[in-house]
């Protein structure tokens, strides 16, 4: 395993009312890996990244990055951690350019225009560096808060909902960006309310829910464990009984003998391959069908599961 | 050790948003000068006798200046640290390399820098209207950079107090305005029936003005030292606050 960029061990936080927004919480970032944290509003997920970038004060835990407890050594880890927040908070008069060049600054960088520039430009803000930021877009302003989040070049850089309120173009845009700022080596870890972003992009996946994570696993891994294939092949006429050539499957008829349902494998294709099978078994078997629907389980769905065997266990 | 770089970039856009509207910064004050001295000046004066062997128009001008640097002071810090609370832009600080000294030096060096130049075009009004010369210039300059430190301290404190642009304002309004007018601005404390020369002390303005006209005219109500001695206090409880502030990040970490 590579080397971990950031160690959170013990979290809680409690706010001022009472309110227990982080539970005990420990995770460990690997250098280089985009983590999608994704959990439903109010879960923790703005609490966990503010704790580690200074805006929450942790009520217990140890938070380390780069080796450096945050606690005591924040400066030398917050000059290599971005953030870009949830809200969309700037400073509406300023030009874009004056704008990032002012948060490279803050972090202690000398300036470099030119670096400035091709940050712009990357995130295609080229043409308004001059701009007022009032006068941008809502999906420009949040173009400009990534380049004030980049202006520093971190390592380590949060994107706390990036395509929140952003159409579906931009998003791809977006999208594009992480990947190039993964193939630059920035460790990403990113919080969204869309699934199929975390699918897309992450490496790995985090579930929270109610300050609590409720699972942390690889993608891939996580899928093949949860993922699951559903297949409904309509058959030109009702079945009384199954044939015994697909007794192996875990299969059975519904809508009367009409139809017959297929809910297997895993995340992993394996479903795919076994309903391909079938449909070959049941020609053999001279059994006619007309129609055939299958559908992979999506994280959305092992996400809402998971957070429905949270409920029933509450 | 401080990051100057990061300090440097606070003072330098806290300057740059004081020169955004700097048509408003400087003609305010040159504005409500000249009101005073064409109202206080020209149209009292003229019946009021010399305080203290002083004119009465060169007399306020002290007062005046302290009147404008303490309410622009506070206004101008009090906003530099309130808004970025308010439109939620603080979380770049909060997140950035930067400790309770950049901090300072930047928002408060900038409240400073700001007060500096108001009180420069204020003088420099009033020299239109009355001839004065200034007795201790070094020591008045000293002076006036001591209670604008102070009081950029004290308006960073409340621009982190305040969770509404009513507190924001509140203070100034409340207090430190009619504790202005009252301070000696437009007279000498001395003028004041008793017991009110007596109660007047308990005024902390009172020994700003009177410190200030000090180092301007020589004579004053209260003694020089006593006027530092008051400013340096004040000033040493702001950084005593402040620093509580950031150890604790009350109402700026959640
Ligand atoms: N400053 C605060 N004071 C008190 N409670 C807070 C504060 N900030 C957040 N909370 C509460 O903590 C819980 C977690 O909030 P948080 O913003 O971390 O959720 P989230 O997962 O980011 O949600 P979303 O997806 O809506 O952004 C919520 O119940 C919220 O009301
Ligand atoms: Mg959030």
Redesign the pocket.
């Known amino acids: 395993m590579s080397e971990p960029i950031l160690d959170i061990a013990g979290l809680s936080k409690v706010?001022?009312?009472g309110?227990k927004?982080l539970d005990n919480v420990d995770l460990t970032i690997r250098k280089g890996e985009i983590f999608a944290l994704l959990?439903p509003?109010?879960?923790?997920?703005?609490?966990l990244i503010g704790a580690v970038c200074g805006l929450v004060r942790p009520s217990s835990g140890t938070i380390r990055a780069f080796g450096h407890d945050m606690g005591r050594e924040w400066r030398q880890a917050r000059r290599r951690i971005g953030l870009v927040p949830?809200e969309l908070a700037t400073d509406m008069f300023e030009p874009v350019m004056r704008a990032v060049s002012y948060s490279r600054g803050l972090f202690g960088l000398a300036p470099d225009p030119a670096r400035i520039e091709e940050i712009l430009r990357s995130l295609s803000l080229g043409d308004k560096r001059d701009e007022r930021i009032m006068a941008l877009s809502g999906g420009m302003k949040r173009r400009v808060l990534i380049a004030k989040a980049l202006a520093h070049e971190p390592d380590l850089l949060f994107l706390d909902?990036p395509t929140a309120g952003v159409d579906v173009e931009l998003r791809k845009g977006m999208w594009r960006i992480v990947d190039e700022m993964r193939d630059r080596g920035t460790t990403i870890i990113l919080?969204t309310?869309y699934i199929e972003e975390a699918e897309l992009m992450a490496d790995r996946v985090g579930v929270i829910a109610k300050g609590r994570l409720l699972m942390v696993d690889e993608k891939d891994a996580m899928m093949a464990r949860l993922g699951r294939t559903e297949a409904h092949i309509t058959l030109a006429r009702p079945l009384g009984a199954l044939p015994p050539s697909l007794a192996q499957y875990p299969v059975e008829l519904e809508e009367g003998g009409a139809s017959l349902c297929y809910r297997g494998g895993d995340g992993t294709g394996r479903g795919k391959a076994e309903v391909a099978e079938i449909t070959k078994a049941l020609i053999a078997a001279g059994i006619d069908y007309t129609g055939i629907d299958v559908r992979e389980s999506s994280l959305e769905e092992i996400f809402v599961s998971l957070l429905g065997e949270e409920e029933r266990a509450a | 050790m401080i990051g100057w770089r990061s300090t440097w970039s606070i003072y330098t856009r806290e300057l740059t948003r004081f020169l955004r509207t700097a048509f408003q910064s400087v003609l305010a004050p040159v504005l409500t000068t000249s009101l005073y001295f064409i109202v206080f000046g020209a149209a009292i004066g003229g019946r009021m006798p010399d305080l203290g062997g002083v004119d009465y128009g060169a007399f306020i001008i002290p007062g005046l200046l302290m009147l404008t640097l303490l309410g622009e002071t506070t206004s101008n810090s009090s906003f530099g640290i309130y808004m970025p609370r308010f439109t939620g832009t603080i979380y770049e600080l909060l997140s950035a390399p930067v400790g309770v000294a950049e901090t300072l030096i930047g928002f408060v060096g900038a409240a400073m820098t700001k007060s500096l130049i108001l009180a420069a075009i204020i003088l420099v009004t009033a020299r239109l209207f009355v001839d004065y010369s200034i007795a201790h210039p070094i020591l008045a300059v000293i002076y006036i950079m001591l209670v604008a430190a102070a009081f950029s301290l004290f308006g960073f404190i409340l621009g982190i107090w305040a969770d509404n642009f009513e507190k924001l304002g509140i203070i100034p309004l409340l207090f430190l305005t009619p504790l202005t007018f009252l301070g000696g601005t437009f007279y000498s404390i001395d003028m004041l029936p008793a017991p009110w020369d007596t109660i007047a002390l308990a005024n902390p303005i009172v020994y700003l003005v009177s410190g200030l006209r000090w180092t301007f005219y020589g004579s004053s109500d209260v003694n020089i030292w006593i006027s530092f001695g008051i400013t340096f206090a004040f000033l040493a409880a702001c950084v005593g606050v402040i620093a509580f502030i950031f150890r604790t990040g009350w109402r700026l970490r959640?």
């Open positions: 706010y001022p009312g309110l927004a959990g509003n109010g879960a923790g997920k703005t609490t949830q909902e919080t309310h | 959640a």
